[in-house]
Structure formats: C-alpha cells, structure tokens
C-alpha cells in the first residue's frame, strides 16, 4: 500500500471507530446478565450459570489443550536448541525494512514460552474458572503475544530497554482494572484488551506471510546470500535432527492459520457470551492453535533453503502511518466484537 493509501485507510477506519463508538451511546446498557459462582472456591465467575450443562466436556478440552500446549511447548524449545556454527544451514532470518537480519531462533522460542504459559493459564482454569482469580495468570497469556510483537516490530528481538518498563505497565494496569471494576465490566475490560493482542497477531502474521511470499527469493534479497556457502551441496549432510526438507515461504501460512483458529475461537465467545458452547468452542481452539504454533517451530527448524541461499522470513513495514494504521484497526475490530456482543445480548 502507498503512503497516500495508508492514510485514506487511516481516515477511513478512524471515521468507522468514531461511529462505531457512538453507536455504544445509542445501545441498551442495562443487559443484566447474571454472575456464576464457582464451585469449589466459592468466587463469582466471568460467565453466567450454563444450568444443565456442568459436564465434563469443558473439563475434558481444558485438560486436552493443557497436554498439547505442555508437550508442543517442550518440544518447540527443545527444537530451537541446535548448534547455529556446525548446523548453520538450519538458522532462519528475519528480516527487516532495512535488511537487517536476525535469526528466527528467539521468536521461535517465544512461540515455545507462548504455549508453555498458555498451557498454566489452562491449569490456572481449572483451578478458579475464569474470573479476576484467573485473570492473574491469564494477563501473561496476553503478555506473551504483546512481546511477541514487539519483537517482530523491533527485527525480531526486543532491543529497546524502555520495554520492560512498559511491560510492567501493561501487566499493572491490565491486572488493575480487572481487579477492581465490577461484574461485567471486568470480564468486558479484560476480552477487549485480549482481543486487540490476538487481532495484531493475525494481521502481523498475515503481512509477514504476504511479504514473504512476495518478496522470497528477489533481487533486493540476493545480498542476503552468504557467497562463501558452496554452491553444489547435493550430498545428503546429516543434521542434529537426521532429515531435513527445504524451506517456503509457505511456512508462514501456518502462524497465519494458528493466530486465525485462536481469534475465530475468541470472536464467537465475545458476542456468544451467554451460550456455553461458545466456551467449548473457545477452549477447544487451544487444542489447534499451539499445536500449529509448535509445528511451525519443527519447520522453521528443520528446513534447509535451496543453496546458496540463506533462510529469511521477511518482516512488514513498520512505519508509523503503517503502526497507526494496525492499531487503529485492531481497536476497531475488538469494540466492534463488543458492540455485536451487546446487541446479540440485548435481542435474546
Ligand atoms: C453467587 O453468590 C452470591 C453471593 O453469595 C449470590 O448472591 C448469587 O445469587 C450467587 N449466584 C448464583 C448464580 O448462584
């Protein structure tokens, strides 16, 4: 997209924002949904009672996600843990505007830590339910997907030292108000600001695969190749891993599908809110969406590119136009899943 284009979107997706935003003026607010207790702790829950329905299906996905995300997150580590010197060919880069390159080991071991605390977020369901006891864990769920874009944003690794500072802000005051206001704008506060992480993931995920797939194997990219690399490599070498396949830009496709599944899964839980399969459907997302994570780390991992070239992956333009404009759609997308919510509620 041009400049002049960028900003005719930006105008356009504010206008949307504004009206969408005074459409809340005009909704009906008093929607009073009922608060459930849990049963074992005693403490009101971020759900109505689902009567008839305290079977163990919900259980049963919560403990099946659990075991994937454990093992998918142990294994992704555990991928990332070859020797860059002697299996060099393995190494991914990211790369950015300005052709910087950094390997995509970190990012693959955000992915592994992303589905390792996912995975202590389901425990911690099981042990409160949701509700502002889980929110404590849950918080890092969303924290994992705020530096994971942060990374992307900044080449592929957090290099600002400001960040931890803001992370710390995030986690206080995402924490705070989900503490502190009352039923339902707790659980409101808390979807709304997940739902922008998981919005940026999937429109993050979906440029670095159109710029990857555009932009794999062009000329600009040529100087990317390591020239001292020999050219006839046809000999099978063996690999920590044994076989390895060749790496496309395809790859990519998979962030893509995982970050899809798991906002596909939370949309139809923001405006089903009342309805408990809207919950099953959520949780069971957890059970595709890490898994495809993690395999996506197997690739990244065990892939060789064509030789003499090196393995990129390449990173979106982070312009400002182009931040303001993500930003401004994901806020858009997440009020406008609240604003179905509300109708859908207020029409049942
Ligand atoms: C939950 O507990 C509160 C306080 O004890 C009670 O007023 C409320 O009716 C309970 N809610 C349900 C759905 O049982």
Avoid at 33 to 59: A, C, E, K, L, M
């Amino acid at each position: 997209m041009s400049r002049v284009g960028t900003i005719i979107a930006i105008i356009a997706v504010s206008v949307s924002l504004v009206i969408l935003l005074l459409s809340y003026a005009g909704a009906k607010v008093d929607v009073d949904i009922p608060q459930d207790n849990n049963t074992r702790t005693g403490y009101p829950v971020w759900h109505p009672p689902f009567p008839g329905h305290y079977g163990q299906d919900q259980y049963a996905t919560i403990f099946a996600s659990i075991i994937l995300m454990g093992i998918g997150g142990y294994y992704a580590y555990k991928w990332t843990l070859f020797d860059t010197k002697t299996d060099e060919e393995l190494v991914t880069y990211l790369v950015d505007n300005a052709f910087n390159k950094t390997t995509s080991i970190y990012f693959d071991q955000l992915l592994a830590a992303y589905s390792l605390i996912t995975g202590l977020t389901g425990i911690a369901y099981l042990a409160f339910d949701l509700g502002k006891m889980w929110s404590t864990v849950g918080v890092f769920h969303n924290g994992l997907e705020v530096v994971i874009l942060v990374a992307l944003h900044q080449g592929g690794r957090i290099v600002s030292n400001k960040f931890l500072a803001w992370m710390i802000l995030y986690f206080v005051s995402t924490l705070g108000f989900s503490i502190f206001l009352d039923w339902p704008y707790d659980t409101v506060w808390f979807k709304m600001q997940g739902l922008c992480q998981d919005f940026a993931l999937a429109i993050t995920f979906t440029r670095i695969y159109f710029d990857t797939r555009n932009g794999y194997g062009d000329e600009t990219h040529q100087r990317l190749s390591d020239v001292e690399r020999p050219r006839e490599h046809n000999h099978v070498k063996e690999y920590t891993f044994g076989s390895v396949s060749r790496f496309i830009p395809n790859f990519v496709l998979f962030l893509v599908l995982a970050s899809y599944t798991h906002i596909l899964g939370n949309v139809y839980a923001t405006i089903l809110y009342t309805k408990y399969y809207s919950y099953l459907v959520l949780s069971f997302t957890y059970c595709i969406t890490f898994p495809i994570y993690c395999y996506f780390v197997y690739l990244d991992t065990h892939s060789i590119a064509t030789p003499p070239s090196q393995k990129y992956i390449i990173l979106p333009d982070t312009s400002k136009p182009k931040v303001v404009l993500v930003t401004l759609s994901v806020l858009f997308l997440s009020f406008l899943c609240t604003r179905l919510s509300l109708y859908y509620q207020s029409d049942d």
